[in-house]
């Protein structure tokens, strides 16, 4: 007789989208142990603990930002002695693009300082045709888009669009005064309706409190499809923006929103993102066991710097971390 195996389903791991705000705090401030436990059994359900997605940014189009995002090293309204670039050739980003390729990555996410694509966007949709025949996934963090500008994406080969919603919609006009935190959600609209996947998180240290963290994640839970990826970034403090004295955060509360992050969006990848440069081996392994399971590697993030390969080698080595 043979027995019929039905994959069973496993409700820890299922997509929910109806968060209620004391749900998620409640999450956060459980014991650290517990909390942990929890994330692991969420991540384990849908994903093997011991692999890791590794992702390759570049700036394409440097500074000069008209956004007043105050965290940010681009924005044209602080001075952080940035080296400016204007958009890129072709076959120059065709050319990391392959570099990155050949040390590992298996996405290449395009950044540009822009509030949102202007009269250059074709030379995008060039950059994306050619990344995608490297045989790459394909990722654009581009800014504010239209429908016609996303459907246009997705018909180039993109795969990704990164969009930060970055905090609390209550925190957000502290930190960004020249768009709102509905202008986001819209072009989050246009990028799912164009039937391109999601690349959508925030950053912790952008002075905000626990409960912008949880709103945060509840914007991201509550969604009617799940960002499929979800960076987590810890603040970089550059000098000559307004958040450059910010508090440090206690890397135990920015571990606990990575944890929250897995189990509310469990079949999400979360990406430990900028901030990893000066982090210690044991808080990255920390995050890792919270559920992170991507980075980005590289010495360089957009203009910021990031952990360094050979650190990462032995980092991963010595965890018995394998790249997807
Ligand atoms: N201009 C586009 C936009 O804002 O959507 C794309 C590039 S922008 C640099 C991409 C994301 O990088 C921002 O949304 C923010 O979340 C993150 N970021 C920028 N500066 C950062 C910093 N100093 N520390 C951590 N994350 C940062
Ligand atoms: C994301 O969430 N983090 C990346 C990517 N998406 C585009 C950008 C981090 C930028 C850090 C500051 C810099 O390198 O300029
Ligand atoms: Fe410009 Fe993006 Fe930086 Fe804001 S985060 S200043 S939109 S590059």
């Known amino acids: 007789m043979t027995v019929a195996i039905t994959p069973v389903s496993n409700p820890i791991a299922e997509p929910r989208h109806d968060w209620r705000q004391e749900e998620v705090l409640d999450l956060l401030a459980q014991p650290f142990n517990d909390l942990l436990f929890q994330a692991q059994l969420v991540h384990r359900a849908t994903f093997d603990a011991n692999r890791i997605q590794v992702s390759r940014l570049l700036s394409i189009k440097t500074g000069s930002c008209p956004e007043d995002c105050k965290y940010c090293p681009q924005s044209a309204h602080y001075d952080t002695g940035l080296?400016?670039?204007?958009?890129?050739?072709?076959?120059?980003?065709?050319?990391?693009?392959?570099?990155?390729?050949?040390?590992?990555?298996?996405?290449?996410?395009?950044?540009?300082?822009?509030?949102?694509?202007?009269?250059?966007?074709?030379?995008?949709?060039?950059?994306?045709?050619?990344?995608?025949?490297?045989?790459?996934?394909?990722?654009?963090?581009?800014?504010?888009?239209?429908?016609?500008?996303?459907?246009?994406?997705?018909?180039?080969?993109?795969?990704?669009?990164?969009?930060?919603?970055?905090?609390?919609?209550?925190?957000?006009?502290?930190?960004?005064?020249?768009?709102?935190?509905?202008?986001?959600?819209?072009?989050?609209?246009?990028?799912?309706?164009?039937?391109?996947?999601?690349?959508?998180?925030?950053?912790?240290?952008?002075?905000?409190?626990?409960?912008?963290?949880?709103?945060?994640?509840?914007?991201?839970?509550?969604?009617?499809?799940?960002?499929e990826s979800v960076p987590i970034n810890l603040l970089i403090k550059i000098p000559g923006t307004p958040l450059e004295e910010n508090a440090q955060v206690d890397p135990f509360d920015f571990v606990r929103t990575i944890a929250a992050a897995r189990i509310m969006l469990p079949q999400s990848l979360v990406r430990l993102s900028a901030g990893r440069q000066g982090m210690s081996d044991e808080l990255q392994a920390l995050c890792f066991l919270a559920g992170a399971h991507s980075v980005f590697c590289g010495v360089k993030l957009l203009t910021a710097g990031n952990a360094s390969p050979d650190q990462d080698k032995s980092l991963f080595g010595r965890l018995g971390l394998r790249p997807m």
């Open 83 to 227: 080296e400016k670039a204007k958009l890129l050739e072709v076959e120059t980003v065709l050319e990391a693009a392959k570099a990155a390729r050949d040390s590992g990555a298996s996405r290449f996410c395009m950044g540009a300082a822009w509030r949102g694509p202007g009269h250059d966007f074709d030379t995008v949709l060039r950059m994306v045709e050619g990344v995608k025949s490297l045989g790459l996934e394909t990722c654009a963090s581009l800014g504010l888009l239209s429908g016609e500008q996303a459907r246009q994406l997705k018909d180039a080969g993109l795969d990704y669009y990164n969009h930060n919603i970055d905090t609390s919609e209550e925190h957000y006009e502290q930190v960004v005064t020249t768009r709102s935190f509905q202008d986001r959600l819209d072009t989050l609209e246009h990028v799912r309706d164009a039937g391109l996947k999601v690349c959508c998180g925030g950053i912790v240290g952008l002075g905000e409190e626990r409960v912008d963290r949880a709103r945060m994640l509840l914007t991201l839970a509550n969604m009617p499809k799940h960002p």
